[in-house]
């Protein structure tokens, strides 16, 4: 027909601004008369100037991250404890407690386990701040702003998280510690790696050349810490640090590095010491001395382990992290309040279960003699050790006979 419209076919168009010459695909729509704009491709992801943070929009940014959140904790023990370190139940007791006794609330932001799951998140695998923003769909800025938080809310939980110790009992029937009346559990120091300003690092600068703090931990028999100390300069021995080891009564297990003294039982010096001394051989002790060293180091040996199973479980440990040197001690005594918040809710610690790398546990690293000061050795102190040794020796020798 004269005059007709020619017939108008749908034809795709591209949306989005040409730069250059270019075209920035955002979508493709089939434009046709009187239809509606059909979506066929995925939705590009757009960053938010104002929130600093990669949008996809509010709804499908909610949807991710309540995704990623139900993948940890809402697929079984499994994913959780890969991912946290801990059970589905721990993680929603320790969200409880963190909430009403360490003061850690929602703010219509970021949920309460979203919170304490990046958190736990960081500590476990050592991720980057920008690994959790693309995870969960936030800025640099809500991540570590939460995770200050968190940590804030553990510190402050300290008395809690802390486990008691209770000596040694005379009817102790255990074969480890049972002539070690009223020992309260065993004490020793470990380096951990961190970074500080340029002008700092000759402080904490060790003899082996590394950037370190000086931690001391206390452990009781059951390997749960009672005491630590973060906080001390890498060249630090670790007799000075124990002017602030506070211990109130009984006596705690040391090594050779350590003076024996009141509240504090060392080792005979100059002689085999070590577990895997005497597991080298079958060569039986030969006088007091090394069978007293011997079953001193089986005992101490759960501050060693205690320690091990920590760099084990947090990875954050085993490597500098670039936090304010404040924020990396407090990091430290937060990973070992979480060791113990583990181990008391669950019934199976699922990292004890594994063999420890050597790399997990401490590196002994005997303390120059002229630092060893803080506490004084006495002919009284040495007799009561000698006393110990005798017993335990004679009473060794006479089940040997019979």
Same mark, same amino acid.
């Given at each position: ?38 979506? +066929?491709?995925?939705?590009?992801? @757009? $960053? ?12 499908? @940014? ?37 909430? /009403? ?14 919170? /304490? ?16 923003? /693309? ?41 480890? $510690? ?96 070590? /577990?895997?001394? $005497? ?21 101490? @040996? ?74 004084? @050795? ?5 007799? $009561? ?12 020798? +006479?089940?040997?006979?019979?």
């Amino acid at each position: 027909m004269a005059g007709a419209l020619p017939e108008h076919k749908p034809a795709l168009a591209e949306e989005g601004n040409g730069l250059c010459g270019e075209k920035k695909t955002r979508r493709k729509t089939i434009i046709g008369s009187g239809k509606k704009l059909v979506p +066929t491709a995925e939705v590009v992801p @757009n $960053w938010n100037r104002s929130s600093r943070e990669v949008s996809l929009g509010g709804r499908m @940014n909610s949807r991710i991250r309540r995704d990623a959140l139900e993948r940890i904790i809402g697929e079984g023990d499994r994913n959780c404890i890969w991912e946290l370190r801990m059970n589905t139940n721990a993680f929603a007791n320790l969200c409880e407690l963190l909430q /009403v006794q360490g003061g850690l609330c929602e703010d219509g932001q970021v949920s309460l386990p979203e919170q /304490v799951a990046t958190f736990l998140i960081i500590l476990a695998h050592h991720k980057k701040n920008r690994s959790l923003q /693309v995870r969960f769909c936030r800025s640099g800025k809500t991540v570590s702003k939460y995770f200050n938080k968190v940590l804030k809310a553990i510190i402050r939980m300290q008395k809690l998280l802390f486990a008691k110790a209770s000596p040694v009992e005379e009817d102790c029937i255990d074969p480890t $510690w049972r002539k070690f009346k009223g020992c309260l559990g065993a004490l020793n120091g470990i380096y951990i790696e961190v970074t500080v300003p340029e002008s700092d690092k000759s402080r904490y600068r060790t003899r082996k050349g590394k950037i370190c703090t000086n931690v001391l931990g206390v452990c009781n028999r059951e390997m749960s810490f009672v005491y630590v100390l973060s906080g001390w300069e890498g060249s630090a021995s670790d007799s000075r640090i124990l002017r602030d080891a506070i211990t109130r009564g009984n006596y705690y297990l040391v090594d050779a590095g350590y003076t024996n003294g009141p509240r504090f039982l060392a080792p005979y010096k100059g002689t085999r010491y070590h /577990v895997r001394e $005497w597991a080298q051989g079958t060569r039986a002790p030969r006088n007091y001395q090394e069978y007293f060293n011997r079953k001193h180091s089986s005992a101490r @040996n759960v501050i060693e382990r205690c320690f091990g199973l920590l760099k084990k479980r947090w990875s954050i440990l085993r490597s500098p992290s670039f936090y304010p040197i404040k924020t990396q001690n407090q990091i430290i005594i937060a990973c070992c309040l979480l060791q113990n918040f583990i181990r008391k809710n669950m019934d199976m610690d699922p990292e004890e279960q594994t063999s420890f790398l050597d790399e997990f546990l401490p590196v002994e690293e005997e303390a120059p003699d002229e630092l060893i000061d803080v506490v004084e @050795n006495t002919n009284e102190l040495t007799q $009561w050790r000698d006393n110990i040794a005798i017993e335990m020796y004679e009473e060794w020798r +006479t089940s040997r006979t019979e």
